[in-house]
């Protein structure tokens, strides 16, 4: 029997409504200073967030308040990026922005790779001093480590079988394929003293030092990873001149890993409803951007004058 193609495309013709696009999750990524003009975010991130389901705008490292707030009020949640500066004062202002909307019943979310998951560690523990330098873990991809809360955690058992059929902690216990680009990190004696910093897996740098692999926030919608999981699929080379470049690993477990991590991150982001209205003139990133720059670490790199 020959099904005709409009049997296939189902009776009721669904089409796309004008309103399909602003239902998509809207996630905000902070930039960072490039040089002493620009600002930059590395494509990575923003296909990665593309490849949970959700759109990504700029939320400018030198934003004032205002702009902080009209970001976030166009926005389901913001990731901060792994890098180098230090937690600037926009971080701080969008993380009370986010919190007094959790308080308030909008589960607003926030989530940070790298240097990102450290502002929020730091953010979580209102003091900088949580931070601890000097790990040797630039370049190197691990297996996860999992806590017994890590195993039972949102990020990692997300309802199992509801929305995937993958074990995530057999995945990541068995599989090296988490990358390591950091020498300052969060020490597990140190992260029990954070309220409501739940750790989730664990991992030694090459001279033995433990340093915190993941957390998430005990009842709120914040989430991080030490490791970079948005290059798995979108970088292909380390950017590191000490040691020899471990690039990010593409098999199947590394890119399986990263599309469900970032897919859990977008649904918890969703829940908020629909915030973005593009007559704020909140603009998305493709439309924003002021160039790209081609052929460094990140393949390719959003650029923003400052
Ligand atoms: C900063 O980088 C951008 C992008 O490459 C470039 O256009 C600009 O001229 C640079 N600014 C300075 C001061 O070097
Ligand atoms: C700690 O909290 C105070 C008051 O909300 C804030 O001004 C300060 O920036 C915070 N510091 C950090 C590191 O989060």
């Not at 409009?6 to 239902?23: K, Q």
């Not at 389901?76 to 993380?95: D, R, V």
């Not at 603009?283 to 160039?291: A, L, P, R, T």
Request: glycine share 8%; aromatic share 10%.
């Amino acid at each position: 029997m020959k099904l005709s193609l409009l049997a296939l495309l189902g009776v009721s013709s669904v089409t796309a409504s004008p309103d399909s696009l602003t239902a998509v999750p809207v996630i905000a990524i902070m930039s960072h200073p490039y040089n002493s003009t620009h600002e930059f975010i590395p494509a990575s991130y923003v296909k990665y967030l593309e490849m949970g389901g959700a759109r990504t705008v700029r939320l400018p490292f030198t934003a004032d308040d205002a702009e902080v707030e009209k970001i976030v009020d166009n926005t389901n949640g913001i990731l901060f990026m792994g890098g180098k500066p230090t937690l600037p004062e926009p971080a701080i202002h969008a993380y009370a922005l986010a919190t007094d909307l959790q308080d308030g019943g909008t589960p607003y979310t926030l989530g940070g790779t790298c240097l990102g998951f450290q502002w929020l560690s730091m953010l979580m523990a209102n003091s900088t001093e949580v931070l601890s330098c000097g790990f040797d873990s630039e370049d190197l991809n691990l297996a996860l480590e999992f806590t017994d809360a890590g195993k039972a955690s949102r990020t990692y058992n997300p309802d199992t079988g509801k929305y995937s059929s993958v074990d995530m902690v057999s995945l990541l216990t068995d599989n090296a394929v988490t990358l390591n680009m950091h020498t300052c990190g969060i020490d597990p004696v140190v992260a029990a003293t954070i309220p409501d910093y739940t750790v989730l897996a664990t991992n030694m740098d090459r001279a033995g030092l433990p340093f915190v692999s993941g957390f998430e926030h005990a009842t709120r919608p914040i989430y991080g990873t030490q490791f970079h999981p948005e290059k798995n699929n979108f970088e292909y080379g380390g950017d590191s001149a000490d040691v020899a470049a471990e690039p990010a690993v593409h098999d199947e477990n590394g890119l399986r890993m990263a599309f469900e991590l970032i897919s859990f991150f977008v649904r918890e982001a969703a829940k908020t409803g629909t915030r973005y209205d593009a007559a704020s003139g909140v603009e998305i990133v493709y439309e924003s951007n002021e160039g790209i720059e081609k052929g460094d670490a990140h393949e390719e790199t959003y650029m923003w004058k400052m």
